[in-house]
């Protein structure tokens, strides 16, 4: 079964300090994996996107790294801002079919002052 | 550019009422999609429209019906609302398969009661 999971559920961290989110997924034939930042009571918002090939990708602060042997990637936030606070998705993308998409629950990040 | 566009962003039904939910995008993009989002839970796939003139059910698909009305228009409808169906709704849309970003729209907070 095609499956997204992420952790921690939930994280709160200092501002200034960096934190890791991670996400582990089963979904096979793999074509991409993305990671979606959604604030409260808006939509997910594309941070970056990786292929098979890529191992890391960087967005300003944000860095995401992937392990397509173990079927793992992460996401790290650098120097964490109160802006930063929101909900962190993982979507892992399967090759064929129209429903090519594969959601995480999402890490639901709090930075505090 | 006004991305994807959903109306309204709140909606509270009764029991038994039914409503359509609209989704808009102009990038013309090709594949348009409908998502709804509970606590503790990923985005779910309701439907999908991979062109215009086709659509399919997705992983939740009972007690909603789906228009492509054209290339632009998604729309969501519930014929007679329950209180299970609760929820945030999304619409989505992308170019076409492959490496391709998924714009999401603000979402609809849909309450029935």
């Known amino acids: 079964k095609n499956q997204v999971e992420q952790s921690p559920q939930s994280l709160i961290i200092l501002e200034g300090k960096n934190c890791t989110l991670q996400?582990?997924?089963?979904?096979?034939?793999?074509?991409?994996l993305r990671w979606y930042k959604q604030d409260t009571g808006r939509g997910p918002v594309s941070l970056t996107i990786?292929?098979?090939?890529?191992n890391t990708k960087s967005n300003g602060r944000y860095t995401a790294t992937l392990d397509a042997d173990t079927k793992q990637s992460s996401l790290h936030i650098t120097a964490s801002q109160l802006s930063d606070s929101a909900s962190y998705i993982c979507?892992?993308?399967?090759?064929?079919?129209?429903?090519?998409?594969?959601f995480g629950t999402g890490t639901s990040l709090t930075v505090i002052p | 550019n006004a991305g994807v566009t959903q109306t309204p962003k709140f909606q509270v039904l009764k029991t038994g009422q039914s409503m359509t939910l609209q989704c808009a995008q102009d990038?013309?993009?090709?594949?348009m999609y409908w998502y709804r989002q509970d606590p503790g839970m990923g985005l779910r796939l309701i439907y999908y429209?991979?062109?215009?003139?086709?659509?399919d059910k997705g992983e939740v698909p009972n007690g909603y019906n789906v228009s492509r009305l054209n290339k632009r228009e998604f729309s969501l409808r519930l014929e007679s609302a329950a209180p299970s169906q609760t929820s945030v709704y999304f619409c989505?849309?992308?170019?076409?398969?492959?490496?391709?970003?998924?714009?999401f729209g603000q979402g609809t907070r849909l309450t029935v009661v």
């Open positions: 989505a849309s992308i170019r076409g398969r492959g490496n391709t970003e998924a714009f």
């Open positions: 429209s991979a062109s215009e003139g086709t659509t």
């Open positions: 990786m292929t098979f090939s890529e």
């Open positions: 979507v892992v993308s399967a090759i064929g079919g129209g429903n090519q998409f594969y």
């Open positions: 990038m013309n993009h090709n594949s």
């Open positions: 996400c582990n997924y089963t979904v096979s034939p793999f074509s991409n």
